[in-house]
């Protein structure tokens, strides 16, 4: 599938090529010991001749593992979403770049050994989970009453949301990680090198903290509690550190086995090292903790991943989307109202930009993403020419294999069609399309079947309660009486939106409108209800002349 694309992602300009060029940077620069290995590693590359290249440098060979973490501490929300998006975008460029020929895996961990400190707001049991305060999130008693933990809730519901968008992810929980012996090794090499860790570390802090760090977090035996205490002895050859329990008792435990888990900068250092990560994305509010934790990973022996840094996600209100306040929108609610297509294409745009994650996003990304389609398989039946396919979102999008029909009908075209035809079941709807797209059915183009789904939702829960329709005046409605007549002379079959928009330019120009941007804003404001709307002549081509006519009469004789 991946395969004989590499010289067209030498070229490709689109950002996750970009990334997919940093890693393979990367291994050789990590992988290899000489400028002289690595010269002549790329000029194998260059002249795709991988099986030399792994008989040569096996290091090479071993898989790339692409990683993003997700915080179990609350319901998973979009954000949580685009850590697995990204990821599997660039890993998809990466890829193609090799040929396919290097192995590569996702780990998907969940940080679901971290201690719950805010109690999510849109979660029941609020008493139940005060009670449960500080414990691993594992440990903390699930709220909905369905999983043996919180945590274990929350992985529950990410993972169905992964696996239905089919990203090839392996999980990895934290907790079990600790808990295995998984992390035993980089736990036990964090014991050994301390003071390097502290060095690092204690800078970083105010001086409260900085007195009182360490970066072991040891459970309390009595309470069950993540407690950020003091390490007041260490055996390295035993693998054990002594600290005080929250009642003053000294307690000694082993680093290894659960019994511990790291700071948070340590830790994902560790985890680095632990997982051999070769690259991650994180959001800019991390930029320090990765300069940070790339520090403590070389004190460890590790070499930090490639890394890329993302603008994060804003709500309704610009404020930052988190998982305790339980703002911004959950996976089902895009999914109520957009394709998992349009979402992607959301997560794919501008990386580096903020971005509000809120319902009114929703129409014009599904309808970019349809035009980034139409625009890719019209390139693809042209033969390319000089374009890039790889250039197009859709190729990211898709993992390669964008579908090889897009919807259409757009999807705001959709809204307002249900909006004015009071639509309120799909059947009605179709009614329409088929007289616009004779032949079509639900069976013929799925892509509008689903859409119209979606724009049913989005009308029922968003349009229609802000409607507000206006009198129109009195320039208005003689330019709208102007329209009805042109309409009128037009074929009363006519399916042409050229030719209707044409007309309804003719009387907004005749009416003295200036800018011509108010005419058609006063069109969808009197017809519509709304302040914006589709293209007139595209809408009245699938409304129906008669129909529209209808409309614009019915708005002129209407009390003033």
């Known amino acids: 599938m991946l395969q004989g694309l590499t010289h067209l992602a030498r070229e490709a300009r689109a950002w996750t090529f970009g990334e997919a060029r940093n890693i393979l940077a990367r291994l050789l620069r990590v992988r290899l010991d000489s400028d002289a290995e690595r010269d002549l590693a790329a000029t194998l590359i260059a002249a795709d001749k991988w099986g030399e290249l792994f008989s040569t440098f096996p290091a090479l060979a071993r898989p790339v593992i692409f990683q993003c973490g997700y915080g179990a501490s609350g319901l998973p929300h979009l954000g949580t979403f685009g850590e697995a998006a990204r990821p599997t975008m660039v890993r998809t460029a990466f890829r193609a770049l090799t040929d396919d020929a290097i192995a590569t895996r996702l780990l998907v961990v969940s940080d679901d050994m971290d201690p719950l400190r805010k109690i999510p707001g849109n979660v029941p049991n609020h008493a139940m989970l005060e009670e449960d305060r500080e414990k ?140 051999g990560v070769d690259y991650e994305m994180s959001g800019k509010d991390l930029v320090d903790s990765i300069r940070i934790s790339s520090r403590i990973c070389k004190a460890l022996g590790g070499e930090p991943p490639e890394t890329f840094t993302y603008e994060l996600y804003m709500d309704e209100q610009n404020q930052k989307i988190s998982k305790s306040k339980g703002n911004g929108l959950t996976m089902e609610e895009w999914l109520r109202y957009g394709s998992p297509e349009s979402l992607e294409y959301y997560m794919f745009t501008s990386p580096k930009s903020a971005k509000r994650l809120y ?114 005046t009195d320039q208005e409605r003689a330019a709208f009486a102007d329209l009805a007549a042109r309409l009128k002379a037009l074929p009363a079959n006519c399916t042409d939106a050229e030719a209707i ?34 293209r007139f002549g595209s809408f009245a081509a699938i409304f129906g002349l008669a129909n529209t006519i209808g409309l614009i009469e019915t708005a002129l004789n209407a009390p003033g």
């Open 359 to 472: 319902f009114d996003v929703i129409p014009k990304a599904t309808d970019e993403y349809i035009q980034h389609l139409e625009a890719y398989n019209r390139a693809r039946a042209e033969g390319w020419n000089s374009a890039n396919p790889l250039d197009s979102p859709v190729w990211s999008v898709c993992q390669g294999q964008p579908p090889a029909k897009a919807s259409p009908v757009s999807f705001t075209l959709l809204l307002n069609l249900v909006s004015v035809a009071g639509a309120a079941d799909k059947t009605l709807l179709w009614g329409f399309l088929s007289r616009y797209l004779p032949g079509a059915t639900p069976q013929s183009e799925p892509m509008l079947d689903r859409l119209a789904d979606y724009a049913i939702n989005y009308y029922e829960d968003f349009v229609l309660p802000a409607k507000r329709f206006r009198p129109p």
């Open 136 to 275: 691993p999130v594992t440990s903390v008693r699930d709220p909905f009453g369905e999983y043996d933990s919180f945590g274990a809730h929350n992985n529950a519901r990410a993972r169905a949301f992964f696996d239905s968008f089919g990203f090839d992810y392996e999980f990895v929980s934290a907790t079990d990680s600790y808990r295995s012996g998984r992390y035993d090794e980089v736990l036990r090499r964090v014991l050994e090198r301390f003071e390097a860790v502290q060095a690092i570390m204690l800078p970083t802090l105010g001086d409260a903290r900085r007195a009182t760090y360490s970066p072991f977090m040891p459970i309390s035996p009595k309470s069950g509690r993540l407690l950020q205490t003091p390490t007041l002895e260490r055996d390295v050859d035993r693998g054990t550190i002594v600290f005080a329990d929250e009642d003053g008792t000294l307690t000694e435990v082993p680093v290894t086995g659960g019994y511990v888990k790291l700071t948070w900068r340590p830790d994902w250092a560790a985890r680095w090292v632990a997982l």
């Open 501 to 534: 928009q044409n007309q309804v330019y003719e009387a907004g120009k005749a009416g003295g409108f200036e800018p011509l941007r108010s005419w058609f804003q006063a069109l969808y404001e009197v017809l519509l209800g709304q302040s914006q709307g589709p």
